[in-house]
């Protein structure tokens, strides 16, 4: 083989291991991809979350976090919006999803109404990236400009749902890893965690450090005491840890950067929120000081990250399908055909209609 024969299988290899990596380029994302195809798709995604969050305001942190959710299992291809069937196993019962993940039917009813206006046109996967920068400026948070073109996966997988996303109960150290193995730094990881300055949290994802942190029958020392007592009237000892509460006391629906200062006051929720200011040592303690002090350099932030988040993993090109129905790959709506329109799940939150 000569010289530029080597080169090129050299380059083909390249290519071929980077394909491979959970992380892809975005080469072919656009923000305006849609200019020409489907020139209406922001507003009727935004139609759509604006009257939902009306009267369910807590709808668009739900939406954020869809996001994310399926950026970080086999990247941003909607592969959490599968139902179950035959052939899928669906993301939505893992531990982290199930009884959880909210926002389902509002993206089916975003889908409907996409699908109105341009038929086969825009992908699954770019309604949940552009739902959640919509959400973001409806609670007055950041602003960023979605880089689109996604195609939405052909599957689903449950077990890398369990192990890909970060748990409530992990430590510092774990949370970085997790970030990392998607290509987001210790940055990302404290300005995306930011999203927990609206929202609610079930008390059986905290009600630990309440009452009994690491099995010391006491509760977590990381923990502001008139917090502690506040949180224990939401989450009675034995009670129903099905109980919700704010993840930000004051202002629970706006995107601000509360999360950061209820940090440094020693009030944040989740054990794994509290661990990036309260870990002796760490290089997040910083950070959590910097967007605290800076709304500006938190939503710049913010904005940076949520990029490279939505574009983990991408399919673009010929590469998987546009979906019809936002729960079903085409081969499977194709065979539901002749049902048109039954309840798949009745569960709050689970819901996902067509
Ligand atoms: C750093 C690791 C993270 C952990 C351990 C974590 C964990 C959790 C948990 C346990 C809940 C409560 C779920 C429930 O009670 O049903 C929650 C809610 C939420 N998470 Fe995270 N999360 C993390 C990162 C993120 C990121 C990166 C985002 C978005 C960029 C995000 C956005 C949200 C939002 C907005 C909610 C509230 C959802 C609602 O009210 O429906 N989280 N998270």
Excluded at 37 to 61: F, G, Q, W, Y
Excluded at 63 to 85: E, Q, Y
Excluded at 162 to 188: I, M, R, V, W, Y
Aim: a neutral charge; one cysteine or more.
């Amino acid at each position: 083989m000569n010289s530029f024969g080597l080169t090129l299988t050299a380059l083909c290899c390249i290519v071929v291991v980077l394909g491979g990596l959970p992380f892809s380029s975005d080469a072919q994302l656009d923000p305006s991809f849609y200019k020409n195809t489907c020139p209406k798709v922001h507003s009727i995604v935004r139609e759509v979350i604006r009257n939902v969050s009306k009267t369910d305001p807590r709808m668009l942190a739900s939406l954020v976090r869809l996001h994310f959710h399926d950026c970080f299992v086999l990247g941003c291809d909607a592969s959490v919006l599968l139902n179950k069937s035959d052939t899928i196993v669906t993301e939505q019962e893992a531990f982290p999803n199930i009884n959880s993940l909210r926002g389902l039917d509002v993206v089916n009813r975003i889908k409907t109404a996409v699908e109105k206006e341009c038929p086969d046109i825009v992908s699954c996967a770019d309604i949940l990236a552009l739902s959640a920068q919509i959400s973001s400026i409806l609670a007055d948070g950041p602003n960023w400009k979605v880089p689109l073109g996604r195609r939405d996966g052909l599957t689903a997988n449950q077990s890398l749902a369990n192990t890909a996303l970060p748990a409530p109960f992990h430590p510092l150290e774990t949370l970085k890893k997790k970030f990392s193995d998607q290509g987001l730094d210790t940055t990302d990881l404290v300005a995306l965690s930011g999203a927990h300055t609206f929202g609610r949290s079930h008390c059986s994802l905290f009600v630990d450090r309440l009452y009994n942190f690491s099995s010391t029958g006491k509760p977590d020392p990381t923990l502001n005491t008139t917090y502690l007592q506040e949180l224990r009237k939401i989450c009675p000892n034995g009670g129903s840890t099905n109980n919700l509460a704010n993840f930000d006391p004051t202002t629970p629906d706006k995107f601000d950067k509360n999360y950061y200062s209820n940090l440094q006051g020693k009030k944040g929720l989740l054990q794994s929120d509290q661990e990036l200011f309260s870990t002796s040592g760490a290089d997040t303690i910083s950070i959590v000081n910097k967007f605290s002090a800076d709304k500006n350099a938190f939503f710049e932030s913010f904005e940076t990250a949520i990029i490279k988040m939505g574009k983990i993993g991408v399919i673009t090109g010929n590469q998987g399908e546009i979906r019809k129905h936002c729960n079903f790959v085409n081969k499977e709506f194709a065979k539901l055909g002749l049902i048109t329109k039954a309840s798949v799940e009745s569960e709050e939150g689970m819901s996902s209609s067509f």
